[in-house]
T-cell receptor, first 110, second 114 residues
Framework: NAGVTQTPKFQVLKTGQSMTLQCAQD?????MSWYRQDPGMGLRLIHY???????DQGEVPNGYNVSRSTTEDFPLRLLSAAPSQTSVYFCASSYREEQYFGPGTRLTVT | QQQVKQSPQSLIVQKGGISIINCAYE??????FPWYQQFPGKGPALLIA?????SEKKEGRFTISFNKSAKQFSLHIMDSQPGDSATYFC?????????????FGAGTRLFVKA
């Protein structure tokens, strides 16, 4: 099993550009989530999904969109990037209590 | 983020010593209390977790102590090793019909001196 994979690993965007961060898991987990990690603030939940076709907002959803058309994939879209979205983004999938995290995407918005 | 307060922010321990990290929470609906370990450039990984019906859980050199009345839980690392140098997060979770939500503490950077 590859576990949770994320692409790209690094990305630099200009303010106002859009992009999609990809996340995929091969463990058949129903629950998937996106977090952002900023220095001194731990991980904050952006959006999550309890299954295909179902998504909901987390703590910091503004500026981000998600969709879940399959169990395996959970992409995160930035419609108009802002410098405040510079962060490291982690995708996670869950089976029961344990969350399995991907390797992260480091995003810089200039 | 105010729901979970983790301390200390950073910790330096000699090899062989005991590392202790604390987590205080406010939400009495939390029903699962894990600690995650994160190495630089990697995603967090579950280290050890406890449910509120027990007061202590030990796995090798790692122990969770849980105090429900004080709304606190802590991670103890015995015989700390340089390989334990990482950032540790408490991440209590609350369940609801159809899913759950996890709140992460701000993290503790542990450095174990050889």
């Amino acid at each position: 099993n590859a576990g949770v994979t994320q692409t790209p690993k690094f990305q630099v965007l200009k303010t106002g550009q859009s992009m999609t961060l990809q996340c995929a898991q091969d463990m058949n987990h129903e629950y998937m989530s996106w977090y952002r990690q900023d220095p001194g603030m731990g991980l904050r939940l952006i959006h999550y999904s309890v299954g295909a076709g179902i998504t909901d907002q987390g703590e910091v959803p503004n500026g981000y969109n998600v969709s879940r058309s399959t169990t395996e994939d959970f992409p995160l879209r930035l419609l108009s990037a802002a410098p405040s979205q510079t962060s490291v983004y982690f995708c996670a999938s869950s089976y029961r209590e344990e969350q399995y995290f991907g390797p992260g995407t480091r995003l810089t918005v200039t | 983020q105010q729901q979970v307060k983790q301390s200390p922010q950073s910790l330096i321990v000699q090899k062989g010593g005991i590392s202790i990290i604390n987590c205080a929470y406010e939400n009495t609906a939390f029903d699962y209390f894990p600690w995650y370990q994160q190495f630089p450039g990697k995603g967090p990984a579950l280290l050890i977790a406890i449910r509120p019906d027990v007061s202590e859980k030990k796995e090798g050199r790692f122990t969770i102590s849980f105090n429900k009345s004080a709304k606190q839980f802590s991670l103890h690392i015995m015989d700390s090793q340089p390989g334990d140098s990482a950032t540790y997060f408490c991440a209590p979770r609350s369940s609801y019909t159809g899913g759950f939500k996890t709140i992460f503490g701000a993290g503790t950077r542990l450095f174990v001196k050889a």
